[in-house]
């Protein structure tokens, strides 16, 4: 009981991270309709940044969190100017891909040349701190980077939900023809969207490294999870995005406790399978 | 206030349209007719700037348009309600309308002509907090309508305004129309496939065939007129 607690905990904890990476990939995809095939490979760049931040500025990966968002939204906003707007031209999804997959090669290797492959870690004074609640413990750096997370998604739900930016965001995605019709700079709109995308990437790499390897791959699990994340979270909800980032979490966990750890990659992915072959039933049946 | 002349457009390497002349007084109603595929949306979008005319001019109120962007386009009074509508769907219908605002004059009037879209459509009132897309047609085609108001245009287009819905509720819209024109100082240059409506409401029209003007007069001469009735109007 005891254990499956202690699953059902660390599940959920997981689970926050796949869905931070699943609602950028998802504003992204809702937005431009291309996969951001270099979205985990954000992930790690964001916990390199931190580990620079912390080893040689010394600060605290949490406080680290604003600037290392900030950072990853500028190196976003960077690409999609350079890169992704010149290549969206061309409208042809293939060059988006093979662009996006090259960035992540690009990205996963430079660090691999820059930091070597060995794995990093930051050690805090807090990092091995745990919380006894009951018969479940806790680490306190997955609580408190899990209440962030729930900060984050809050703060993006009403972003989106509220202000004028955010309502644009949304028209864009929804119908780009009527946002230029109605004066919505396009352009920029797309400029903030994947800056965001990665920034809200970059970000779950800044709350991971307390309890998590840093190395040039570390990001690769995590991409393909906010693929999964995106589909059966639903396109462009939030709150969609959210729970089926906890679910795949508590899916991952689960298995890994009655099954075995190692299995536990293909059972996310078989499940993944199974949801997208029941729902194309359930469609043609429907017509 | 709006003289087209000589004004080239396409898709890529296509040219659509061929050296069009039209013009549009203050306070008029002019109709650009023509069946499906004659460039009537290409002309719409030629002249709001959402694609660029490869030659030709545009002035509106004497300025220079052609080749602008559609926001400079939208900035200077063109506003426009597309053909298909292009509402936000899973928006609500008061969102909708907020998109409309896109400059700082029309964020600082948002809410006195919201208040004036909702006398001319009061059935958006009540719908205010639904998702767009669940209304029918008719009343899409209101919130189509509205947004556009909102932006506050000297020259309003309508893309087809009758696509897809019943009859009655064409003369609705047309009637708002033209009532606009009357009580507000709009111009409206309505874009139409079916042709009878239109030229009970405009006061001149022009008729486009193959990316060409084929025709123009008033619209009780091209009511008159036999290539019309005969191409058009089946009589």
């Known amino acids: ?287 | 206030m709006l003289k087209v002349s000589k004004l080239n457009a396409g898709y890529g390497s296509v040219n659509i349209l061929w050296d069009i002349d039209l013009e549009l007084n203050d306070g008029e109603i002019v109709a650009v007719l023509g069946s499906n595929g004659a460039g009537k949306t290409t002309m719409v979008r030629a002249i709001t700037g959402m694609i660029r005319p490869t030659s030709g001019s545009v002035i509106f109120n004497g300025e220079e348009l052609a080749g602008k962007s559609s926001r400079t386009i939208l900035n200077s009074g063109i506003v426009q309600v597309p053909e298909g509508r292009q509402l936000f769907t899973e928006m609500t219908v008061l969102e909708n309308l907020e998109m409309g605002a896109f400059s700082k004059e029309t964020k600082e009037h948002f809410r006195e002509n919201l208040k004036k879209c909702y006398k001319w459509f009061p059935k958006l009132e009540e719908r205010e907090k639904q998702a767009a897309g669940t209304l029918s047609g008719g009343e899409q085609q209101m919130v189509a309508v509205a947004r556009a108001l909102i932006g506050m245009p000297k020259l309003l287009i309508l893309d087809e305004p009758s696509l897809g819905l019943a009859p009655n509720i064409v003369d609705d819209i047309l009637l708002v129309a033209k009532t606009l024109v009357k009580e507000t100082n709009i111009s409206v240059l309505l874009v139409e496939q079916d042709i009878t409506k239109a030229l009970a409401t405009a006061d001149r029209g022009y008729v486009v065939e193959n990316g060409h003007i084929a025709l123009s007069g008033s619209a009780s001469e091209l009511a008159a007129n036999e290539h019309v009735k005969k191409a058009y109007l089946g009589i």
């Open chain 1, 1 to 287: 009981m005891d254990l499956f607690l202690q699953a059902l905990i660390n599940g959920i904890l997981l689970g926050g991270f796949y869905a931070l990476m699943g609602m950028g990939q998802n504003i992204i995809f809702g937005v431009m309709k291309i996969v951001n095939f270099c979205h985990g490979e954000m992930l790690m760049v964001g916990m390199y940044l931190t580990f620079l931040l912390y080893t040689f500025v010394g600060i605290d990966p949490y406080l680290a969190l604003p600037l290392v968002a900030l950072m990853m939204f500028g190196l976003g906003a960077l690409i999609q100017h350079t890169l992704i707007t010149p290549s969206l031209k061309t409208k042809s999804f293939t060059n988006l891909l093979f662009l996006t997959v090259g960035l992540g090669l690009l990205l996963s290797n430079g660090a691999l040349v820059l930091f070597g492959s060995d794995y990093k870690s930051i050690r805090t004074s807090y990092s091995q701190t745990t919380l006894q609640l009951g018969l479940v413990s806790i680490a306190l750096p997955k609580l408190i980077s899990f209440c962030v997370l729930i900060v984050v998604t809050i703060v993006l739900f009403i972003f989106l939900k509220n202000t004028t930016t955010g309502k644009q965001i949304r028209a864009v995605s929804q119908n780009p023809v009527g946002a230029e019709v109605c004066g919505i700079n396009v352009k920029r709109i797309y400029l903030l969207t994947y800056g965001l995308g990665i920034a809200l990437a970059g970000m779950a790499g800044c709350l991971l490294t307390q309890f998590y390897s840093i190395f040039p791959t570390a990001g690769a699990g995590f991409g393909f999870r906010a693929l999964i994340v995106v589909v059966v979270g639903g396109l462009g909800s939030i709150p969609g995005a959210f729970f089926a980032g906890i679910l795949l979490g508590l899916l991952e966990q689960m298995s890994a406790l009655f099954i075995s750890p190692s299995y536990s990659d293909m059972i996310v992915f078989i499940t993944f399978i199974v949801i997208l072959v029941a729902r194309q039933l359930i469609i043609m049946r429907r017509r």
